[in-house]
């Protein structure tokens, strides 16, 4: 979630461009454990397939101004389960989502009381690989409310919890959410918290938890920073993902942030990890991921086989050359 | 048809399923099935397939004659899950207080891909089929190929209960979208004048836009050909696609309008005097 920066940035300050070159990680795949897809184009869809994006998570959140009815947020979650999972098949990329009530629209008490009524119907729906995004925001008396019910509902199902941190004040928040998650008897390895920084980080990963890094111009992470936390804390139990949404943000982060890593001189097994396999190991702790579906592996389930081919007859999106002027 | 014969089609289920899950599955789906837990059909529907995997089922001989016998042989290639939602739904629609309905409601406002296809295949199977009348029609109006295959492939539900303006429309779109024509149930009986007309414009929109035209289309017309179905059909015979000029043959052949067949007979004489 973001974000106020200015499209008037000064470009003068940003310096030459260095180009992205996608062939130093060729062949490799990602995982996006935190990407808002309904806010993107099938361009974005395209260009990640194109750079190995094989699987994604997207969290239910915040739509950049508020709801007023429980049908919106109801509408939000099927659409989450259902259209956009279809979109994103349609370019060979299998969607995942997390589902829960998100800070901000939790101190909308009246509306989160009714929320909190539908979620049961969503959370145990295929592919719903967890809670989230949730946590605090302002931090405040009902944020904090809406996210110990969450849990609740997270130990009840046995499903994995997305955690975002707050921009404001995060230190303090990002230990808050930890500590109210572990009172709630909640074990660190379910837990994903997200956004984190060279602040957050250390505090995050002795406490056994998951540390996702949100690779986002300006106000989140930059790429190179994230290369040295890597290099400083190692691979274990870090992912980063785009988190991208309807503000300026970058659906390629991850496969960007990969190429850097290699260029930077990490191992391609650290890279692996980070990009790829932690998300997927804290994810599949919901029982909702079937590494067969995307991974490429012979060993494809049957109902896997029997959505794909049907999909496929129903035409698999096919492919436009944006750089012609002829558009038939 | 599905309510006609409402206790073999739950025998059928019920055999299959058995056979096809492992004794605490069944079990915990047959108390999912029970009155007691009408309540609770909402989230058993929705997790059920975290209890029976997504295998596609196996049938015995005798089963798969059972399935021809009632004309539902495609429920073969059905995964377990499918099956199971279809058979929970199927028993609770039925059972004597009638409150599943509401429920149902429900489960096709917040459905997901999965979700959807099945509640779909199941309205055929419930009591009081023709309360699903509106939704079905609704149905057509989805983008998501596996549900629009779902409603319009191997359902006996459209042909058998939709008004004739909504099976218009299901066809019209099967052929948009490029469903499978050979899988819609009833399409020869369900045939009328104006779906005839709506798809011979459809097939001239096509011809001007340079696209084909899948031949299916061109047997639905020739009960109704008139002068502007043919005008249509005369555009396809300058085209060069031999597949299509075929099937426009074939139709004007079976069909009753004479300036069409005079057409053909001198096309005929012209070509073989060339």
Redesign the interface.
């Known amino acids: 979630m973001c974000c106020s920066s200015s499209i008037a940035r000064d470009k003068a300050t940003m310096g030459e461009p260095e180009a992205f070159d996608i062939s130093v990680v060729k062949g490799m795949k990602f995982f996006d454990p935190h990407v808002h897809m309904t806010s993107r184009t099938t361009d974005d869809y395209q260009a990640m397939a194109d750079a190995g994006v094989v699987a994604l998570v997207e969290p239910a959140f915040w739509l950049g101004q508020p709801r007023t009815g429980i049908d919106s947020f ?1 509408d939000y ?2 659409s989450l ?3 956009e ?2 979109r994103s098949s349609q370019f060979g990329i299998k969607h995942y989502c997390t589902i829960g009530l998100n800070s901000r629209e939790a101190n909308n008490e009246r509306l989160a009381e009714q929320v909190m009524e ?1 979620l ?3 959370i ?4 719903v690989v967890g809670i989230g995004e949730i946590g605090f925001d302002d931090q405040t008396a009902a944020e904090e409310k809406y996210y110990r019910l969450q849990l609740e509902l997270a130990k009840e199902s046995g499903l994995p919890v997305q955690v975002h941190t707050p921009h404001r004040d995060k230190k303090k928040g990002t230990q808050r959410s930890m500590d109210i998650a572990l009172e709630h008897g909640l074990s660190p390895e379910q837990i994903i918290i997200d956004h984190n920084n060279e602040e957050t980080v250390k505090e995050v990963l002795e406490r056994g938890f998951y540390a996702a890094f949100t690779i986002y111009p300006f106000t989140k992470m930059g790429n190179e920073r994230m290369v040295d936390i890597v290099k400083q804390y190692g691979s274990s139990k870090i992912m980063v993902n785009s988190a991208a949404d309807w503000g300026i943000s970058d659906p390629l982060a991850v496969p960007k942030t990969a190429a850097l890593m290699k260029l930077k001189g990490i191992s391609n097994e650290d890279i692996e990890l980070v990009t790829y396999r932690n998300a997927i190991n804290a994810f599949a702790q919901s ?1 909702q991921i079937d590494e067969a579906d995307f991974a490429g592996s012979v060993s494809i ?3 896997g086989k ?2 794909g081919n ?2 496929l ?3 698999q999106q096919p492919r436009t050359d944006k750089s012609s002027i002829i558009i038939s | 048809m599905a309510t006609d014969n409402y206790k073999e089609i739950s025998n059928l289920f019920f055999d299959i399923l058995q056979d096809n899950l492992n004794e605490a599955s069944f079990a915990w789906l047959q108390h999912a099935g029970k009155a007691s837990e009408l309540t609770k059909l909402g989230q058993s529907f929705v997790l059920l397939p975290r209890k029976t995997g997504k295998l596609i089922i196996k049938i015995s001989s005798n089963q798969l004659k059972t399935l021809e016998k009632l004309e539902l042989t495609t429920i073969k290639e059905w995964t377990v899950d499918r099956l199971a939602r279809v058979w929970l739904l199927h028993s609770q629609s039925y059972q004597p207080a009638g409150k599943a309905k509401a429920v149902i409601e429900n489960l096709f406002l917040s459905a997901e891909v999965n979700e959807a296809v099945a509640l779909y295949l199941a309205i055929p199977f419930l009591s009081e089929p023709e309360s699903w009348i509106n939704q079905c029609t609704e149905g057509i109006r989805s983008n998501i190929g596996v549900v629009l295959e779902a409603i319009m492939e191997n359902n006996p539900y459209p042909s058998k209960y939709l008004s004739e303006a909504a099976w218009n429309q299901l066809v019209l779109k099967a052929f948009f979208t490029e469903k499978n024509i050979n899988n819609i149930i009833g399409l020869a009986e369900r045939a009328n004048a104006s779906l005839a007309l709506t798809l011979s414009d459809y097939a001239r929109e096509r011809y001007a836009a340079g696209r084909k035209v899948n031949p299916a289309l061109w047997q639905l017309t020739a009960p109704f050909l008139d002068e502007k179905i043919f005008e249509a059909m005369k555009i396809g015979l300058q085209k060069q696609d031999t597949a299509d000029k075929m099937a426009i043959t074939e139709a004007i052949k079976s069909s009753d309008y004479k300036p069409a067949k005079r057409y053909m007979e001198d096309l005929a004489f012209s070509e073989s005097s060339k």
Not at chain 1, 124 to 127: I, L, M, P, Q, T
């Open positions: 109801r979650y099927s389960v259902g259209w999972r279809f539908i049961p119907l969503f145990y729906k295929e592919g029982g389930d049957q109902s029997f959505e049907t999909i007859r129903g035409g």
